[in-house]
């Protein structure tokens, strides 16, 4: 039961469960979007296969085009208490990126990467050992990050 890698919204409406073998690793996103929709100073993200979620409830669907037109961002949150819990991206077909925060087991995760950096406010300090971009991150070099 304690090894369950699961989560859901605040008020517990929306609930998923992650087929893990182990607790996912964690990235921060400083960049503005990201601290708009959490309304934080980042956003604390995992990625895994649209297979490996598995959700109950009732997800509220918002989409937004990006500005240039060219991907959809399709967020997934729970209507009554507003927490933002999951996103898809049509530029990332197959994938979900889950707020990392929205885990029963948030405290034991660690954080092994961080992009738009340039955006990180001050009194956040990076250990040097963890990888960090000043915006995004090249794929293979973000996913190597994202594996270890
Ligand atoms: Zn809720
Ligand atoms: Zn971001």
């Known amino acids: 039961m304690t090894d369950a890698i699961e989560g859901g919204c605040r ?4 609930r ?5 073998g182990r607790l996912p690793n964690v990235y921060a996103c400083h960049c503005l979007d990201c601290q708009t929709w959490s309304g934080s100073a980042f956003s604390l993200q995992f990625i895994v296969p649209e297979e490996a979620l598995e959700v109950t409830g009732t997800p509220h669907l918002y989409e937004r085009v990006s500005d240039d037109g060219t991907r959809v961002s399709r967020q ?9 819990v999951y996103n898809t991206n049509t530029r990332r077909p197959g994938l979900v990126v889950v707020r990392a925060g929205t885990l029963d087991r948030s405290d034991e995760l660690s954080i092994v990467a961080h992009i738009w950096t340039k955006r990180k406010l001050k009194g956040i ?5 963890v990888p960090s971009w000043p915006e995004g991150a090249p794929p293979a070099e973000f996913a190597a990050a994202l594996m270890r």
């Open 11 to 14: 008020c517990g409406q929306l």
């Open 16 to 20: 998923y469960r992650v087929r893990l």
């Open 125 to 129: 300090d990076i250990p040097p050992a």
């Open 76 to 84: 997934r949150g729970c209507a009554q208490c507003l927490t933002r």
